[in-house]
């Protein structure tokens, strides 16, 4: 087991001496109303809360009597029992027995105590029978006196002994805000520290240097001490993340048997903590990939055998830390995703787009899976028929202010990679200039940040675009978004920031970038609510207020040119490489063939002989096949005999260079319909580029 940290202790106490207080209580509003739905339910949600945060801390003693007890209530619920007074004494002796519990772990480290008794009575309680709570009470009284009287050293516990309280969430809230308004305050003394600097030097006034100076030291000071104070507030909200990843585990193994499938998984544990916000949302994102990847990514036991791979397939979930985020990945080794399933299913439900999902990549197409409604599963099962989707994990990430993106590849499995802050406390961005104006862009959706000049500009309709990373982004100046101005080339080394969402990039044309920021979120003033490309606001180093974009909104209005324009370009501006295969015996004569091809720009493979060649050819597809006739194992002609049968070589071009030119043979390769024969005799360089290039024409 992970080691447990203090804090964490610390929490765990409170937070179940918190949970017996609200307990006893609804133990006491249901004995006198015991019809009380709404009260039964909530404490039977504090007595599971209490079973699976022992648990996860491996406090054994906690984890069993509050079983015990939600075992009784339970039955409460179905009818089974009625509640009585021996069931109100034993609730509250059990509850006396879970604080000594709390003390041992205060004092010892362990939970480790006596409890068989307690879960003997327990028990006979649910099941129904008579129990006499007189001689419970006085044998628990009796064991508890004569332990008292072995430990002397048997202290209670007194305010002093108090080592944590617990604080409600908006409180920490309150005071992360209250830092960024000093945070703010702070800026601005630097901006009235820069004016006294230009003072001075206008003035050279020694008294005022001597100001000057003490009064930036104060300020650099008060920096250091207002971010290492603020650091700490923000820990206030910090919670491990295996309290959402490690109960998957459970969770994977009891819907593996609901499936019939073989899973094991493979979760590492991580001493990671995040804001108790994000932890909030993000065991439901991971509850809903993990069932994702049980229902749809992992085959059943047979049709895994039958694809060669183990029955028993893997799901991994893996979580690194950096700077200010975490990467965390779900991935399963199972079929992986049908994109043409998908390509099918998105033109379906949207036969508009029909044209632009047809030249869609792998890439794009993945974006339809976080639709709502969007499923390739045709049946419906426990899992995939629960009225939610992969829309609801988007939506929630979208919240923390996170991004995902899915890899996979077909028969070999699928993952998806989440990108998400530390804390909510602060959003993390650049402040940019557009027309003067100072905008703040979050990191968030920003990839890259790159400089062009107007020639590296593609224009298409009217629109710019920039090749980055293979593939070729619209890029739109920000500044259009506010101003009524014409879309035309940027100016030189202008710079651009590559922003992505949902599998779509698209570049922002700005006039400047100013810095990076870490800075606390304000609402949005109530005049401007209604602006959907804004998200909230932040003030800067001289208090001014700037408004925050919001990059999904933005990508919406600049996509002006459907997708698959661009393919066309691409495809017409992108030289396609040709795959040819030499086959013949001579290794000399392959060598001298395979040099003037590849230096003409081709991909050549070679093959010692006929049966080489066909072998060779089924497992790759070539787009012209040069052969020799005289081969062993299998001749030239043969070779073309059993291309031609194959379908995917019936039209392929095929070029015979051969010593042997008889009249019968060339009518033989005629016959099969070879493209063009040429003799070693007469075999020159430019001939045979000559020949190739007539036949593989645009290619």
Same mark, same amino acid.
């Given at each position: ?21 609200? *307990? ?56 089974? *029992? ?82 944590? *309280? ?27 520290? %820069? ?25 650099? %000071? ?125 033109l379906n439900l949207y036969s508009d787009q029909a044209e632009e999902i ?107 675009? *920039? ?94 040119l459907r997708g698959y324009d661009i393919k066309k370009y ?36 070679? %093959? ?92």
């Open positions: 087991m992970a080691k447990i940290t203090n804090d964490i202790t610390e929490s765990y106490i409170s937070e179940v001496k918190d949970l017996l207080e609200k *307990i006893l209580k609804d133990t006491i509003t249901l004995k006198t109303n015991t019809n009380d739905t709404e009260t039964l339910n909530h404490l039977l949600r504090n007595l599971h809360t209490i079973k699976g945060n022992s648990r996860m801390l491996n406090y054994t003693s906690i984890e069993s009597l509050s079983h015990a007890v939600e075992d009784i209530y339970k039955n409460v619920k179905d009818s089974k *029992i009625k509640i009585s007074d021996r069931l109100v004494k034993l609730v509250f002796a059990v509850a006396d027995k879970m604080q000594e519990c709390i003390s041992s772990i205060q004092k010892t480290g362990t939970d480790t105590q006596n409890i068989d008794i307690y879960l003997q009575y327990c028990d006979k309680l649910a099941a129904g029978e008579l129990i006499d709570i007189d001689s419970f009470t006085s044998e628990i009284t009796s064991k508890s006196e004569k332990t008292l009287k072995d430990d002397e050293e048997e202290t209670f516990e007194s305010l002093g002994d108090i080592q944590s *309280i617990r604080i409600k969430l908006s409180r920490v809230n309150e005071i992360i805000a209250a830092f960024d308004t000093m945070i703010t305050r702070e800026f601005h003394l630097k901006a009235q520290l %820069a004016e006294l600097k230009k003072l001075e030097e206008k003035t050279e006034n020694r008294e005022l240097s001597k100001i000057r100076k003490q009064f930036e030291n104060d300020i650099y %000071a008060l920096e250091t001490s207002i971010f290492s104070v603020q650091e700490k507030a923000f820990d206030l909200r910090m919670l491990p993340m295996n309290l959402v990843i490690h109960p998957l585990e459970m969770t994977i193994a009891l819907e593996a048997i609901n499936l019939n499938k073989k899973i094991k998984c493979d979760i590492p544990k991580t001493d990671i903590a995040i804001d108790k916000v994000i932890l909030e949302e993000l065991g439901d994102i991971l509850m809903h990939l993990v069932r994702n990847a049980l229902d749809h990514g992992i085959e059943p036991p047979d049709e895994r055998i039958k694809a060669g791979k183990n029955e028993e397939g893997t799901i991994r979930i893996t979580c690194e830390r950096g700077a200010r985020y975490i990467e965390l990945t779900v991935a399963d080794d199972g079929r992986g995703l049908n994109y043409e399933k998908i390509r099918e299913k998105a047809k030249q869609m990549s792998e890439k794009e197409l993945s974006q339809f899976l976080f639709q709502s409604g969007f499923s390739t599963k045709e049946e419906v099962s426990a899992l995939s028929g629960r009225g939610v989707g992969l829309d609801v994990v988007w939506s929630k990430m979208e919240k923390i202010k996170g991004r995902i993106k899915i890899e996979s590849e077909q028969g070999k499995g699928t993952s998806f990679i989440l990108h998400f802050p530390l804390s909510l406390s602060t959003l993390q961005g650049l402040f940019v200039f557009s027309n003067k104006e100072k905008y703040l862009i979050p990191s968030q959706h920003i990839i890259d940040i790159i400089y062009r000049k107007k020639t590296d500009y593609t224009v298409l309709q009217n629109q710019n675009y *920039i090749k980055f990373e293979n593939q070729l982004i619209p890029c739109f100046p920000l500044s259009s978004l506010f101003k009524d101005r014409k879309l035309g080339l940027a100016q030189d080394e202008e710079p651009i920031l590559i922003a992505e969402y949902m599998e779509q990039r698209i570049g922002i044309i700005v006039e400047q970038i100013e810095q990076y920021v870490s800075l606390v979120v304000k609402p949005m003033p109530k005049g401007l609510s209604g602006c959907s490309i804004l998200q909230g606001i932040v003030f800067d180093e001289h208090y001014d207020i700037v408004p925050i974009l919001y990059v999904p909104d933005i990508l919406q209005r600049f996509k002006s691409e495809a017409a501006t992108q030289k396609k490489t040709i795959r040819i295969l030499v086959a013949d015996d001579s290794t000399t004569s392959r060598e001298i063939e395979k040099s003037i091809l590849e230096g003409a720009g081709y991909v050549v493979d070679d %093959a010692f002989d006929g049966l080489d060649a066909l072998e060779k050819a089924k497992e790759k597809q070539y787009d012209l096949i040069l052969t020799d006739h005289e081969m062993p194992r299998m001749t030239g002609l043969v070779l073309l005999d059993n291309l031609r049968r194959l379908a995917q070589y019936k039209e392929t071009p095929v070029v015979v260079v051969s010593a042997d030119q008889s009249r019968a043979l060339i009518e033989d390769f005629q016959r099969l319909k070879a493209d063009a024969i040429i003799a070693k005799s007469d075999f020159k360089r430019g001939k045979l580029l000559h020949e190739i290039h007539e036949l593989l024409g645009d290619l």
